[in-house]
């Protein structure tokens, strides 16, 4: 029975100190009368009221918030107390959200590389934001900027960016029959990256390097729009050849005078 009554003291004393905290509270106040305009000569001035104190709630009123509050903060504090003979039972900070700021100078690398992360996928959404943008522009002179972009959005660890970049350069493609694509986004480097996304493959994997099928698709779409993929030794130069200067003879072919030797013999 004795040793009963230190449990019970300790119990009143955290009971009367809540019962302290979650005293009834005073009334709020009602707003002050408004007051009468003052004229002076042709002025006339009209004194607004003070403010008043916002209205309480039912639990508030009560003495509910008052009461969890104290109980809460009573709990918090018998933990942390504890803690100097149980150290597991101390209260712990509350973990922050992964996007919060402070997390990309953690010493963590974990939580770093988390809040990286979380912070590029976050922006997925305003980068296809601005390469839908960007399609509506297309990759005119006035603009250099446009086809780099496009180009840098293929290469976005986010699917969804990829994807909407294959579509961009589809749309800024226009009509493959078209004789003058003047805002075509078709250059050597648009459509050789075009036909890496759509046909290459992993020679360590043996699998695709661009793992999304529909970006896959919509690369092939894209480059057909573009005229098919660059040949392999490069878009032939524009221009006179040596031989075409006028008073020059063209050199035949190997072929054509290996072919003249032999029927002359």
Known sequence: MVSILPCVSASALIAITC??????????????????????GQTTVVVAPAASAPGQTLPEFLGITGLLRAG???????RNALG????????KPAPRA???????????PAVAAAADVKAQEDGAAQ???GIRYL???GCSGCY??????????????????????????????????????QDSCCSPEVRKKLREIAYEIDEKTNCFKEPSARVRRVARLALANCGGPVP??????????????????????????????????
């Open 19 to 40: 019962l302290g905290c979650a005293s009834t509270p005073a009334a709020p106040s009602t707003p002050a009368p408004a007051q009468s305009p003052i004229t002076a």
């Open 72 to 78: 809460g903060g009573a709990v918090h504090c018998g």
């Open 84 to 91: 100097k003979y149980f150290p597991g039972v101390e209260a």
């Open 98 to 108: 992964i996007s919060d700021p402070a997390n990309l100078d953690s010493p963590s």
């Open 127 to 129: 980068k296809v934001k």
């Open 135 to 137: 399609a509506s522009v």
């Open 144 to 181: 250099p900027d446009v086809e780099k972009a496009l180009l840098a959005s293929l290469d976005d660890c986010t699917e969804e960016v990829r994807y909407e970049g294959v579509k961009a350069l589809r749309e800024a493609a226009g009509d493959p029959c078209a004789r003058c694509q």
């Open 232 to 265: 392999q030794g490069g878009l032939p130069e524009e221009g006179p050849d040596a031989n075409d200067q006028p008073g020059t003879t063209p050199s035949p072919p190997e072929e054509h005078t290996a072919l003249t030797g032999t029927l002359e013999r």
